[in-house]
């Protein structure tokens, strides 16, 4: 006899198709939270783009690019 529940009950497929959704959800639920939690990745860091200024509009012309 299970504490909450009779172990036949745990042996029966619908128990088996809810767990398995219920694992599914919270692998869901944990891949968003880590999303949330990482930085953000932008690609332009990554790729170079052609449409660049070739100089600063900064108020400071010296300034670093």
Same mark, same amino acid.
């Given at each position: 006899?299970?504490?909450? #529940?009779?172990?036949s #009950?745990?042996?029966t =497929?619908w128990?088996?198709v #809810? %767990?398995?959704? $219920? *694992?599914i @959800?919270? &692998? $869901?639920?944990v891949?968003l939270a880590?999303?949330k939690v &990482?930085?953000?990745?932008? #690609? =332009? +860091?990554?790729? =170079?783009h052609r @449409? /660049? /200024? %070739?100089e600063?509009r @900064?108020i400071?012309p +010296? *300034?670093e690019?």
């Open positions: 006899m299970g504490v909450l #529940l009779p172990e #009950l745990l042996h =497929s128990f088996g #809810l %767990a398995t959704f $219920v *694992a @959800n919270t &692998l $869901v639920y891949t880590m999303t &990482l930085p953000k990745i932008y #690609l =332009s +860091d990554w790729f =170079s @449409n /660049r /200024r %070739a600063t @900064n400071d +010296d *300034a690019i």
